[in-house]
């Protein structure tokens, strides 16, 4: 199996992900091959305050740390 983490994309009317490369050679996948895909859907801002329900937090703080997080997509 092999691990690929991607971001969804518009493409006309409809919704697609890119396979990198180096990935697709690992897995060794060939045009029009048929795939199972497991997703697993990341969201940031639960990540972020999902574990600080009770405490207090700096605003500001919270979102340059967000930002950061964004910055890498």
Do not use: C, H, Y
Not at 34 to 59: C, M, Q, R, S
Request: proline letters at 3%; glycine letters at 6%.
């Amino acid at each position: 199996m092999v691990m690929v983490r991607a971001r969804v994309r518009e493409w006309g009317n409809s919704l697609g992900i890119i396979i990198p490369q180096e990935k697709v050679e690992e897995a060794g996948l060939v045009k029009d091959q048929e795939v199972t895909i497991d997703l697993k859907v990341e969201n940031p801002l639960k990540a972020a305050f999902g574990t600080i329900k009770d405490k207090k937090i700096d605003a500001q703080k919270a979102k340059d740390e967000l930002r950061k997080e964004w910055s890498k997509w």
